[in-house]
């Protein structure tokens, strides 16, 4: 009862305002420089093929019309929920705009834009737009100074997560004894002033790997504590800007930055923009009478789905223990693991399909059927190697082959060490199905013939 009345207990509704403007600025600012580097045309509509999600297969690529449109529709959704206006529908549109588009190619799959994902799917529950908002304003009954405090910790429980799961899996051999891949990928910087030599050295790289583990581990902790915030966020801000520099991570820092305002408590949010605001002579006030209430009460359905989206969130990711072998061979249960730029790992995957019937034989171009970006995911990524098998077994049926058998010859080098072979070569992969259960047709890591 006591853990109830803690998840009601009324707290201001400033931080949940200010993270919603927050994430309509970024997904707004991330979709209009999506266009604009012309990343419509370069992986959407200019692929011949889209591998899709396992269970999502329904989900197909529309006409470019379409697919304009449909980032149209992202943009003023963002805008909206940013200014709070028509939240409960824009928010709605934003998670199912922002996801839909996300499902059209798992090759693609980034941790932030499922990140982005989960906290907009969060948003379409909370009245976010109770303050500093269009509607709040037009509408003052949609006013609310106070909110449960749940609304609050459930949006620090998904970032802390995000940070924690990161760290965790940081926690291995090859991160913190061999420094790998860290220590293949600084000295490629070099050449950078002032700190090239520093980037080669061998132990910066060692530097660079307990740091990142460290605090992947404790920045949610550094964040909720009042006497660590402000230098925990200086501290997520250093990291993700020189994180940002070095490596080619996208929006991935700016991501990080936006969501982690959310452990800063509304006072303390208050007087930053008060204090930016004195520029253009003028304030942010937020009327309250926080004595008006003791609590908000929780219906049971809403207490069930709170305990059951945390235990999603905290055991999904784990998922891999349930398969054998070393997960960042296999890739099984690798994806929504918040596994972040963990590994440095290439592929070499040649097809042969022959006729069963004839005996006809040919060796597949991937580069006929796949840019340069798919061919490189699907070459170490096994559930794409199947999809690809599937697709070139379909085309081959309808031009001339009766029965083909495709094989791959498959080879993965993980963390700069010997090249060896990934997929068993003598499987027809057109036969395979994909599923939940283990890839048996998988190599063990070390297979060299």
């Known amino acids: 009862m006591q853990f109830l009345q803690s998840l009601s207990a009324p707290v201001s509704s400033v931080s949940l305002g200010i993270f919603r403007i927050s994430f309509g ?10 266009i604009a580097l012309g990343w419509i045309e370069e992986q959407i509509i200019k692929p011949k093929i889209h591998f899709q ?35 409960r529908i824009m928010s709605v549109l934003l998670f199912l705009a922002f996801t839909y588009t996300e499902l059209w190619d ?32 037009s509408k003052p009954s949609i006013y609310q100074a106070l909110i449960p405090r749940y609304y609050i910790l459930l949006l620090q429980f998904q970032i802390a997560i995000i940070y924690l799961y990161a760290g965790i899996a940081k926690i291995q051999y090859d991160w913190l004894i061999e420094a790998l891949p860290l220590s293949l990928w600084l000295p490629s910087h070099g050449d950078m002033p002032i700190i090239g030599n520093v980037l080669s050295a061998r132990w910066t790289a060692y530097v660079f790997s307990w740091f990142g583990m460290l605090y992947d581990c404790t920045i949610p902790l550094f964040l909720s504590i009042q006497t660590t915030r402000i230098y925990a966020y200086i501290a997520v801000i250093c990291f993700h800007t020189i994180t940002g520099i070095l490596f080619q991570i996208g ?61 999603f969130q905290l055991l999904f990711p784990f998922r891999y223990v349930l398969y054998p072998g070393n997960v960042f061979w296999t890739e099984q249960g690798y994806r929504f693991g918040w596994r972040v730029m963990l590994i440095e790992k290439s592929g070499y995957t040649q097809f042969t399909i022959k006729d069963s019937l004839t005996g006809k034989k040919g060796i597949i171009d991937n580069a006929e059927w796949l840019t340069d970006h798919q061919e490189k995911q699907m070459s170490m990524q096994p559930d794409l190697i199947v999809q690809f098998a599937h697709t070139l077994s379909t085309y081959y049926q309808k031009n001339g082959y009766t029965h083909p058998i495709i094989t791959a010859d498959s080879w993965i080098t993980l963390n700069g060490r010997k090249s060896y072979r990934f997929i068993d070569p003598s499987i027809n992969l057109a036969s395979i199905n994909d599923s939940w259960f283990h890839k048996e047709w998988i190599l063990s890591e070390g297979v060299s013939k």
């Open 25 to 34: 600025a970024l997904i707004l600012l991330s979709t209009i420089r999506f």
């Open 53 to 87: 999600y396992y269970g999502f297969e329904w989900i197909t690529v529309p006409s470019a019309f379409y697919v304009y449109i449909l980032y149209s529709v992202l943009i003023i959704a963002s805008f909206c929920v940013m200014i709070g206006y028509k939240y």
């Open 106 to 137: 798992i090759s693609y799959y980034l941790n932030h834009y499922y990140a982005v994902s989960l906290c907009s799917f969060l948003l379409c529950f909370l009245p976010a737009h109770c303050i500093f908002s269009v509607d709040s304003t």
């Open 251 to 311: 929006v991935f820092p700016l991501v990080m930055i936006v969501l982690t305002l959310i452990f800063f408590p509304p006072e303390q949010l208050l007087q930053i923009i008060n204090r930016t605001l004195t520029v253009f002579n003028t304030s942010v006030k937020v009327r309250a009478d926080i004595t008006k209430y003791t609590s908000f009460s929780i219906h049971p359905i809403i207490y069930g789905s709170l305990i059951a989206y945390c235990l």
